[in-house]
């Protein structure tokens, strides 16, 4: 993939049906903890081309020097209710991150250049954006992000 700018691998995620579930049971069976907890709701969305509205319940737990995130679908048509309906609970995609909004931009219009599929995206204002490609080399999605900072977290799950 010929993205340009300095990407850094953020954290590998897994769609599941009850976050709070499974990040107990990582917690207690591998002691992956602390899980930070958010509610997202992307101000501008789309889902393969289309303005879609959907939301998340995400949870991030550091692992050394990256994370594991949980994501559980809330409301809407999205990857990831697709994901659960073809697959099911699992591996769903990685993540690399930008230092600004103009790296992922950058990044972003290089994958859609080489022709790549961007299945999802999500707009979350002056806060940061996301976005799905379909990496067929590996049978998964990439998820380019830019987050200037996360806000406090809506609870932790130890």
């Known amino acids: 993939m010929g993205t340009t700018g300095s990407a850094h691998m953020h954290h590998t995620c897994f769609v599941v049906r009850d976050l709070e579930k499974a990040a ?3 917690a207690d069976s591998l002691s992956i ?3 930070n907890v958010w509610t997202i709701e992307p101000e501008e969305c ?3 081309g289309e303005n879609v509205p959907y939301s998340f319940r995400v949870a991030l737990a550091q692992a050394g020097g990256s994370s594991y995130e949980l994501i559980e679908p809330v409301s ?3 990857a990831y209710i697709e994901h ?3 697959r099911g609970e699992g591996f769903h995609h990685t993540c690399l991150t930008y230092e600004s909004l103009e790296e992922l931009q950058r990044a972003k219009e290089s994958l859609l250049k080489e022709g790549r599929e961007m299945i999802q995206t999500g707009s979350l204002g002056e806060a ?11 049978g998964a999605f990439f998820e380019l992000l ?5 806000p406090p977290p809506e609870m932790t799950i130890e």
Request: with cysteine; net charge negative.
């Open 24 to 26: 107990r049971q990582l």
């Open 33 to 35: 903890k602390p899980w």
């Open 46 to 48: 789309t889902v393969h």
């Open 76 to 78: 809407g048509e999205s």
């Open 84 to 86: 659960l309906e073809t």
């Open 128 to 138: 940061g954006e996301f976005c799905y490609f379909h990496v067929p080399e590996v």
């Open 146 to 150: 830019y987050l200037k900072e996360l």
